[in-house]
């Protein structure tokens, strides 16, 4: 293995990751057996702002899987945009097909998480500069705790539910209605608010501490890009779901700005590892260049 495709290697994992942790770990969505119905448009004609955005919030815990497209800008990348499907219950899985606009031919890369490895797949791409493999394999499971700290490109992402970041907005001292909303056809109430990392944290003070520990995983991701404050925006369908989501933010290496559109939840997901023999192994590859 040539010293030059390590780089090329390292340049498309890097991107790769950045979705991980912007666009696996960045979504919202929640249960089938979600609160009352309504007005059809997400509040209750008795319920303040405030407390609809935390209805909503609190239907995030429980849900199984969900499917849902984004795209917005982030800070490395540039233009994003993506579609995945991920589950939570039984086991972790994920499979997300991304493109970094800005990039080119080099910018489209495939996400899978299964079986505590992760998968990313660089297409005809990535198999001219790697021995015909297409696909990168990190194993999650052989790093232990490590992964928290970033050894593997979006690990740290890997074994948190995606539903969490939704519930910023709980922590926002501002949460005001902006009006109703069509999205997908599908009636909304549209609101929107700031919160402050810190804001966000002393408002899980009240929280069980599973849901405690799942939200503040959310926030450590924030945290490391450099993220103090966001501006959010949060549509809420008439069953007290997120359908979709905004997050905007300074980053240490620029503008975030993502919207992440929920297309389904609590469906059957199933994700496959790719084909070994397409398959590069991260661990072996690495070897090869330091021997």
Not at 21 to 35: N, Q, R, T, Y
Not at 45 to 64: G, H, L, Q, R, S
Not at 84 to 94: F, G, L, T
Request: aromatic share 4%; with cysteine; charged share 30%.
């Amino acid at each position: 293995m040539k010293l030059s495709v390590r780089g090329s290697v390292r340049h498309r994992a890097t991107g790769a990751a950045l979705a991980v942790l912007v666009l696996g770990g960045g979504v919202a969505g929640c249960s089938e057996d979600s609160g009352a119905k309504d007005n059809g448009a997400g509040e209750s004609p008795k319920m303040t702002p405030a407390a609809a955005v935390a209805k909503a919030a609190k239907n995030t815990e429980d849900i199984t899987s969900l499917s849902y497209r984004m795209r917005g800008t982030t800070p490395e990348e540039g233009r994003v945009q993506a579609e995945a499907q991920m589950r939570m219950k039984p086991d972790v899985a994920m499979s997300m097909k991304m493109t970094a606009l800005d990039q080119g031919k080099d910018g489209t890369a495939e996400i899978r998480l299964v079986d505590k490895a992760m998968y990313i797949g660089g297409g005809a791409a990535a198999a001219k500069e790697m021995d015909g493999k297409s696909w990168i394999k990190f194993d999650l499971s052989a790093l232990g705790d490590d992964a928290t700290g970033g050894s593997a490109p979006g690990a740290g992402a890997a074994d948190k539910n995606p539903a969490q970041e939704s519930t910023f907005l709980t922590g926002s001292k501002d949460v005001r209605k902006v009006g109703t909303e069509k999205v997908d056809g599908v009636e909304t109430t549209h609101y929107q608010g700031t919160v402050t990392l810190d804001q966000f944290r002393k408002s899980l003070k009240d929280e069980s501490k599973t849901t405690r520990e799942q939200r503040e995983k959310s926030l450590e991701q924030y945290e490391k890009m450099g993220v103090d404050e966001l501006t959010m925006d949060m549509w809420v369908d008439g069953e007290d779901r997120t359908k979709q989501f905004r997050m905007k933010g300074d980053a240490d290496k620029g503008k975030l700005d993502m919207v992440i559109t929920f297309i389904d939840y609590n469906k059957p997901v199933k994700v496959t590892a790719p084909p070994a023999k397409d398959t590069m192994d991260l661990a072996e590859m690495m070897g090869d260049i330091e021997s």
